[in-house]
């Protein structure tokens, strides 16, 4: 792809979306940027890693390093063996996208295979036993479901969750 189609590939900024989804999604929204936080999650740290895992063109490689790295999702650091190259290491920002890529995995192993395709599962070293599937829990440890949540501002509640405290 050439920058000139990528460039006119490129959607409006969510940046000041009030939406956290949204928001989210202006930072890793595509799926090379999805794909290059799995393998950095699993070791990968240099350019070429990146390149060859994914298959990954070097300059659309180059553009989505430089976003991670610019929205901290990323660092660049020297190489940990000592040599001139450079690396991209996971910033707590980064290590934090864990889960997101586990529940991505967990749907894709469910529901974008068909029924004659090995599934692939995600192991846990230490154990050897299969990660279960993440559930969304409220404090109490309720299990959340589809229609059970709703928004509102962190330290204020919106008028269906008021509404629910007074019953």
């Given at each position: 792809m050439s920058d000139q189609t990528e460039w006119m590939m490129q959607r409006r900024s969510l940046e000041g979306d009030a939406c956290p989804v949204a928001r989210s999604l202006n930072?890793?929204?595509d799926w090379w940027s999805l794909l290059i936080i799995r393998d950095a999650l699993s070791g990968m740290r240099r350019f070429?890693?990146?390149q060859?895992?994914?298959?990954?063109?070097?300059?659309?490689?180059?553009?989505?390093?430089r976003k991670l790295v610019e929205h901290g999702v990323l660092k660049v650091a020297p190489?940990?063996?000592?040599?001139a190259y450079q690396e991209y290491v996971l910033t707590?920002?980064?290590r934090a996208l864990h889960t997101v890529i586990v529940a991505i995995w967990q749907w894709g192993a469910s529901f974008a295979f068909s029924p004659q395709e090995v599934k692939p599962a995600?192991?846990?070293?230490?154990s050897g036993q299969q990660i279960t599937p993440i559930e969304v829990r409220a404090k109490s440890g309720q299990l959340v479901e589809p229609g059970d949540a709703t928004t509102g501002r962190k330290g204020r509640l919106d008028g269906v969750a008021?509404?629910?405290?007074?019953r």
């Amino acid at each position: 792809m050439s920058d000139q189609t990528e460039w006119m590939m490129q959607r409006r900024s969510l940046e000041g979306d009030a939406c956290p989804v949204a928001r989210s999604l202006n930072v890793i929204g595509d799926w090379w940027s999805l794909l290059i936080i799995r393998d950095a999650l699993s070791g990968m740290r240099r350019f070429g890693e990146f390149q060859q895992n994914t298959g990954i063109a070097k300059n659309i490689l180059t553009a989505r390093l430089r976003k991670l790295v610019e929205h901290g999702v990323l660092k660049v650091a020297p190489a940990s063996d000592g040599s001139a190259y450079q690396e991209y290491v996971l910033t707590d920002k980064g290590r934090a996208l864990h889960t997101v890529i586990v529940a991505i995995w967990q749907w894709g192993a469910s529901f974008a295979f068909s029924p004659q395709e090995v599934k692939p599962a995600l192991i846990d070293r230490q154990s050897g036993q299969q990660i279960t599937p993440i559930e969304v829990r409220a404090k109490s440890g309720q299990l959340v479901e589809p229609g059970d949540a709703t928004t509102g501002r962190k330290g204020r509640l919106d008028g269906v969750a008021r509404a629910a405290r007074r019953r």
